[in-house]
């Protein structure tokens, strides 16, 4: 399928004629999944199922495809630091290409939801706590894939910004508020990007019009999304969030994903028949379904054969190696430096620490994350990378010359590693290599009896009449000292080590539990062992598990078998970190948060970073002030050393180029030219919104339009790092500011010059500020300032860009209240440095994100 066949298409009246021809089953099946991942096909009008893939991070693809690994992206909020829409249209690009490498149609991001709160289990897959640059980032993205005929579908509709009881709370949010700030992003991608599908969130809203399930929210749905922007693509339901069939039917939703249970699976048809439903409605969703179809290949209106999810020619990303470099240069831009007081980024410019080109200095790499970076959360956006990038070997390759050595100093998982199943257990019946299975009815009676059976930490596709899955292995411990032996789970079990009971539950899983993170990384309970020398021990580890009936989902049970090996105490790992940067010329401590920390299905229930790395990172500044750290981590963290700390990077969840790109920033090959997308808070009590818990099923809105760095702003109070911010490798001096105002724009332009002693790249930001109210700081537009040619070098130094014209910064505004006056524009290097001031004329009304009568 070439590229010029998949633009969108808007052949109403044929296919509205091609929905006639339809029968009301074959109607009924179009408008619920065939399977987890596709829809349903009717060959006689040429119509081939469709492929969907969850895609955050990287398209992970299905099981059909035979593609295994995926371009693993870094998270979403290190796209966002970039500020850069050439290179998140280049992202969109690379979507589409790994979307028809395994086979996909459409791809479920990106996720527009607003950082409302620092601790939202899923903060690192949204953009940022702005909706001007959420939207702009999302609508470079998601028209860069369509353009490719790779249909992309923004979620969640609407106000699903935290995971706590994310299936049932409520989100009560007023009209403006809903308008200006979470709306506002998806309006957008509707209006300019003309999104191909939107997906509806697990949780409610209440907008005082209507207080319910986001997917039967008729005035959100039906009315503002489809009706006054004109949406005429699909709403499909997250997976199992459908609740109702008149309610969702009536609300706006097109497509109950997965099928071909679930509610409407089993109603929707009788519901027709019964009059419930009329078939107009259902018509309405069956050609919303036919025009995606042929938006992505998958139904063609001249007759001919439908093209192939994987057909397409994507030349810049036609090999692994491609996206690899794209990937990698994307990664190292997107890291923002919080500081560098002592100027020692990068490192091959600072010759007098001892690690400038050609020396043989000492490095000492040190952190969980220096061992094994984190390079994604948790949750559905989970992907198997291509290829992973070592930061030791790369930040050699680096530093040549130098000495470089590693040490993990904290630990920051709450269990222990994976047991390796084929290594060390056995069944304790044959004797072979793996654990032996038995499948239990209700009464006790043993249905199966599987034999030497691998354990990857999951159990599906059991026959329906199993209640319990008894898992046992003979479990050999070889290594003199202690051993940590156990098993995490959720729901109804029991555990036990040599006969000891070491846990039970007797919570039976539902819905919810399965669509909490907690079931993807339970925590374990574990035993300690003692093995003494010469006399290897073999333990009997059992587990009785329930068996998880789900629609959608299928018949399965999860345990995870943990072990660890003797080794030396946390104690003595981290003063062995902290005598090798005691003796190094040079430190670099990377540390952060775990797929168990940020993930979906949860909130976060602190901001600190998890285990002893905070004490690692003061040990290590106390002992060598010449420190690099790297923060590791997708959402805000506190960093109470902060003050201590002369140079601090935040990395983010970096993806599969994580390490590459960690050695580019700190040897010198890539500007980390990225800038915050959210605020960094100093203290968790100063944050604006530190929790999302629901109040009798209710979260509240109360900040209303206060969100993010807006609330720092009117409440006056100092964060670590404002939104914004981030220093790069160079300094800039605010020449000049000039504006133009037409009818609904402002175009700005500001003179900028590099101080500094080498190039570099500047975002040039612009907020505008109500008449009158100096604390209403909006962002409304940047620009980027840079050099895409070498820089040149002149010794270890390259030379600075002279002055430059940095035009248009967006031609839109923010609304920032209903007043029609004179606005302070301001413009700088973050919200917390403005540096120049305009005056402009402005009408909020006119804007569209602003409340419209109803």
Known sequence: MSLETT?????????????????????????????MWATRGVPRIGLRPMIMSDGPVGVRGTEDSGVKTSAMFPAPSALAATWDLDLTRRAGELFAAEARRHGVDMVLAPQVNIQRTPVGGRHFECFSEDPVLTAEIAVALVRAAQERGVGMCVKHYVANDSETDRTRYVARVDERTLREVYLAPFERLVKDADAWSVMGAYSGVDDGRFAGPALEHRPLTTGVLKGEWGFDGVVVSDWVATKSVVGAVRGGLDLQMPGPDGVWGEGLHAAVLAGDVAEHELDDKVERLLRLAVRVGALRLDGSAPGEPTDGEFPEFGTTRASAAYLRELTARSMVVLKDD?????????????????????????????????????????????????????????????????????RPRKNPPLLDVAAACTDPVSGGSGVRIELLAEDGTVLDDLAAQPWDGWRHEIRTDAVVLRLSADVLLSEPGV????????????VRVDGVRVSTGDTVVDVGIVLSSGHNHPLASTVEIEVAEGAPRVVRLEADLQVVHTVGYGVFTRAELVHALPGPSAEDELAEAVAAAAAADVAVVVVGTTEEVESEGYDRPSLALPGNQDELVRRVLDANPRTVVVVNAGAPVLLPWLDDAATVVWGWLPGQEGGGAVADVLGGSTEPSGRLPWTLPARAADVPVPDAIPVKGIVDYTEGVHVGYRAWVRDGLDPAAPFGHGLGWTTWSYDSLTTATDEDAVTVSVTVTNSGARSGREVVQAYLEAPGAPTTARAAGWGIHHRRRRCRRDGHRARPHPAARVPDLGHRYAPVGHTPGDYALRVGRSVGDLRLDAVVPLDPQEDSNTPTPK
């Open 342 to 410: 002592a100027g020692l980024l990068p490192l091959t410019d600072s010759p007098t620490q001892g690690v400038g080109e050609g020396s043989t200095g000492r490095v000492a790499l040190i952190g969980p994350g220096a061992v094994d970076l984190f390079l994604q959360g948790g949750g559905s956006s989970f992907v198997v990378p291509d290829h992973v990038t070592d930061l030791a070997q790369e930040l050699r390759a680096a530093l040549p010359g130098s000495e470089l050595t590693l040490h993990a100093g904290a």
């Open 7 to 35: 633009a969108p298409t808007d052949r109403g009246l044929e296919l509205e004629t091609l929905v006639g021809e339809l029968t009301l089953e074959e109607k009924v099946g179009l408008v619920v999944g065939a399977g």
């Open 483 to 494: 051993h940590s032996l156990g098993v995490g789970t959720v729901g109804v079990h029991d």
